[in-house]
């Protein structure tokens, strides 16, 4: 099992530091044969922390989570919790309201004071923090072409007032489009029924997902691991489209973002 270490700070209880990282004291114990047979520890001490086995559940998917998400939150890479749910193989997308196989797995303790060392579990925070432009995570998706056609909000288009969830960046056909972060392809395909025309998307480990629409070409197959940088796609003018450009959008766990707040 995977252990991790614990500096033993003052008040710590063999028994509260074994609660608090999910383990019994026995285990705690076999993890440090010198606490065999004592039963109180000095503050100071380095404990190793076993790792903890957690059974297989069921999951039932929140609205705006993707495997990626899960599978982080679950201490899973990607592969294990598909390979637990081949139904998704492939990049198929998991909607809210699927339940899904949460395989058995060995999570390591957290780590810190007494007050923070706490089991691991699956949790979804829904109002993470977009990164920072300082960050250097988002990378503008067409190199060298800036102008922006149609702002992320409300508009008229073909006189109908709609919400526009994304931004559109103007550049000749055939231009390069580039992935804006490291991540996975969750859809590579033609999509003209939603008006995106030919369409990429993306999903990324923090859950946020990425979408480049009315390409003239797919450079990106589905399933596909992408780096950040890596061309996925041609800028085009397919779909509903009123000239050549790349409609870019940007969401959290499928809420809309404004591209343009995180650059």
């Given at each position: 099992?995977?252990?991790?270490?614990?500096?033993v700070?003052p008040?710590?209880?063999l028994?509260g530091i074994a609660v608090?990282a999910?383990v019994?004291?026995?285990?705690?114990?076999?993890?440090n044969p010198?606490?065999r047979d004592a039963?109180?520890?000095?503050a100071?001490?380095v404990?190793?922390?076993p790792?903890?086995?957690?059974p297989?559940t069921?999951?039932?998917v929140?609205?705006g989570?993707?495997?990626?998400?899960i599978?982080?939150?679950a201490?899973?890479t990607?592969t294990?919790l598909v390979?637990?749910?081949?139904?998704?193989?492939g990049?198929?997308?998991v909607?809210?309201?699927?339940?899904?196989q949460?395989?058995?797995r060995?999570?390591?303790a957290?780590?810190g004071?007494?007050a923070?060392v706490?089991p691991?579990?699956?949790?979804?925070?829904?109002?993470?923090?977009?990164?920072?432009?300082s960050s250097?995570r988002?990378?503008?998706?067409?190199a060298?072409?800036?102008s922006?056609s149609?702002d992320?909000?409300?508009?008229v288009?073909?006189?109908v007032?709609e919400m526009h969830?994304?931004?559109?960046?103007?550049?000749?056909?055939?231009?390069?489009?580039?992935?804006?972060?490291s991540?996975?392809?969750?859809?590579s395909?033609?999509?003209?029924?939603?008006g995106w025309?030919w369409?990429?998307v993306?999903?990324?480990?923090d859950?946020?997902i990425?979408?480049y629409?009315h390409l003239?070409?797919?450079?990106?197959k589905?399933?596909?691991?992408?780096?950040?940088?890596?061309?996925i796609?041609?800028?085009?003018n397919t779909g509903?489209?009123?000239?050549?450009?790349?409609?870019?959008?940007?969401?959290?766990?499928w809420?809309p973002?404004?591209?343009?707040s995180?650059?």
């Open positions: 099992m995977a252990a991790t270490s614990y500096r700070q008040g710590d209880t028994s608090r999910g019994t004291v026995a285990q705690l114990r076999a993890a010198a606490l039963n109180s520890v000095q100071g001490r404990l190793n922390l790792g903890r086995v957690l297989a069921r999951y039932r929140k609205e989570e993707n495997l990626t998400v599978a982080q939150r201490g899973l990607l294990q390979r637990a749910n081949p139904k998704y193989a990049g198929k997308p909607w809210a309201g699927a339940v899904i949460i395989p058995a060995t999570v390591a957290r780590t004071t007494a923070t706490r691991a579990a699956i949790r979804v925070n829904s109002s993470a923090p977009a990164p920072s432009s250097g988002w990378l503008w998706p067409v060298g072409y800036h922006i149609s992320y909000g409300s508009r288009l073909d006189g007032r969830y994304g931004v559109d960046i103007v550049a000749p056909t055939g231009t390069l489009v580039r992935a804006a972060r991540g996975r392809v969750l859809e395909r033609p999509d003209f029924d939603r025309g369409t990429v993306l999903e990324h480990p859950g946020w990425t979408r629409a003239s070409a797919n450079l990106a589905q399933g596909e691991l992408v780096t950040r940088g890596q061309p796609g041609r800028v085009g509903r489209s009123t000239g050549p450009h790349l409609h870019y959008g940007t969401y959290l766990r809420n973002r404004d591209p343009l995180l650059y």
